[in-house]
């Protein structure tokens, strides 16, 4: 082997490995990112279409803290067709195509169930509508879309974010945020503090 060799590899390892970070680098509140979803129900979605967006990555095995984020959204963006809430369901294995089906399906179902949940809420605040039109789930499957997202490969924790209509990050947390620090990042105009990690 030359003696350039290993200073060949070093560099393209240092390269791949400065790639890596890169493409699961945290998110930067301030900035605008267009992501594009599509749920379990077909349905495609964006950060930037005008929407305040508060997206939830978790994993299957985690969703009761995706469930306590979702029970602090404010009464005042219920039944609001300006706020949506999004979850992010990342698979920590590959599935085949069958599995991913059967996976969809199961996500559709606690989907519904949580809609139920919701429905007791809507009816509490007189909300007209189907609660379940307001709920959506993304099943990600290869890891793509919490890449994008800044989750580090194999990550597990509950990520949570706020963007506004224009897609420009307003919040993020790597845990349940309190019900005043949701309350206060979909404010209208939101709020562009630091974020709380």
């Known amino acids: 082997m030359s003696p350039r060799a290993p200073q060949i590899f070093f560099v393209s390892g240092s ?4 790639l890596l970070i890169s493409l699961a680098a945290d998110l930067v509140i301030g900035e605008k990112y ?3 979803f599509t749920d379990v129900d077909g349905q495609a979605f964006s950060t930037a279409d005008n929407h305040v967006t508060l997206v939830l990555l978790t994993t299957i095995t985690d969703v009761a803290k995706a469930r306590a984020v979702g029970d602090r959204v404010p009464d005042r963006c219920l039944g609001d067709p300006t706020y949506r809430m999004i979850s992010v369901l990342t698979f920590e294995k590959k599935h085949s195509r069958p599995v991913r089906a059967l996976l969809a399906a199961l996500v559709r179902r606690r989907l519904d169930s949580e809609a139920r949940r919701l429905q007791k809420r809507y009816d509490q605040l007189k909300i007209r509508g189907d609660a379940r039109r307001d709920v959506f789930a993304v099943a990600d499957f290869d890891g793509a879309l919490a890449s994008q997202l800044g989750a580090k490969p194999g990550a ?8 506004g209509r224009d897609g420009k990050l307003l919040q993020q947390w790597s845990d349940v945020p309190s019900t005043e620090e949701l309350d206060q990042a979909l404010k209208p105009g939101g709020t562009t503090s630091a974020s709380s990690h």
Request: hydrophobic content about 60%; glycine content about 0%; proline content about 0%.
């Open 15 to 18: 390269l791949f490995f400065s």
């Open 156 to 163: 597990s924790e509950l990520r949570v974010f706020v963007f």
């Open 34 to 36: 267009s992501f594009n």
